[in-house]
Every structure is written in C-alpha cells, then in structure tokens.
C-alpha cells in the first residue's frame, strides 16, 4: 500500500501560479503510476494530470493543457504539479493518486488504488 501527502496548495490570484507536490511513501511508490485529479463543490472528481511509474509518459487534461505539467523525482518519493496561469475555475480540492505497480496513471478514477488527503487550492478574481 503507499500513502500520500498533497502540499502546496493555497490562494492565488488569477494569473498566478502554485506548485502542488505530492510525497509517497511505502515499497512500491517508485513503480507506481502517480496522477492529480481535482474536485470542486457539486462536481465530479476531475482527471488533471498523470505520470508513468518512470516519468516517460505524461498526460494533460484537456482543461489545463498548456497550463499544468507534471513530473517525479523518484529519488526523492515526490511528484510535482507546476500550475500556471491559473483561472478562477480551477478553484478545487486536488487529490494525488497512485496506481498499483506499473498502472496507467489515468484519465479514470479506477485507475488508481491509493489516494491522498487533498490540499485546497483557491484562484481569486
């Protein structure tokens, strides 16, 4: 099982940028496939970004490409979310996740077996 800690989150205005960085623990968080997802009051968990257990492969969600990206440091257990040119809109709770070893980091939801506490991100007007 891995365990996961989301940080970074917190207001911004629009325009801003946050790095959400997601820590795991546990044997098998460096061949898992890691992704951040987001969820806003009354809507569906949203798929955000996810990254292959290597960091070969990444994948944008339509609402934030050319905006977010997504990298690991495996040495370090972490795995980073830069967002920039952040819009109102992406005001949610974002929840890190992780596949079981050498899962497909996304789009869906059961992709993933571990999931983080989620850390607050507000963008103001």
């Given at each position: 099982q891995v365990q996961l800690v989301e940080s970074?989150?917190?207001l911004v205005q629009?325009?801003?940028?946050?790095?959400?960085?997601?820590?795991?623990s546990g044997r098998t968080f460096s061949t898992s496939g890691v992704g951040w997802f987001r969820q806003?009051?009354?809507?569906?968990?949203?798929?955000?970004?996810?990254?292959?257990?290597?960091?070969?492969?990444?994948y944008i969600g339509d609402s934030v490409k050319g905006r977010f990206t997504i990298s690991r440091d495996n040495g370090k257990n972490t795995v980073n979310l830069q967002m920039n040119s952040l819009k109102?809109?992406?005001t949610a709770v974002y929840y890190c996740?992780?596949?079981l070893p050498f899962g497909r980091p996304g789009p869906g939801v059961t992709d993933f077996g571990s999931w983080g506490q989620g850390t607050q991100v507000t963008v103001s007007s």
């Open positions: 970074g989150g917190g629009a325009g801003g940028s946050l790095r959400l960085s997601c820590a795991g806003a009051p009354g809507k569906e968990r949203e798929f955000v970004a996810g990254i292959t257990w290597n960091g070969a492969r990444t109102p809109e992406d996740a992780a596949t």
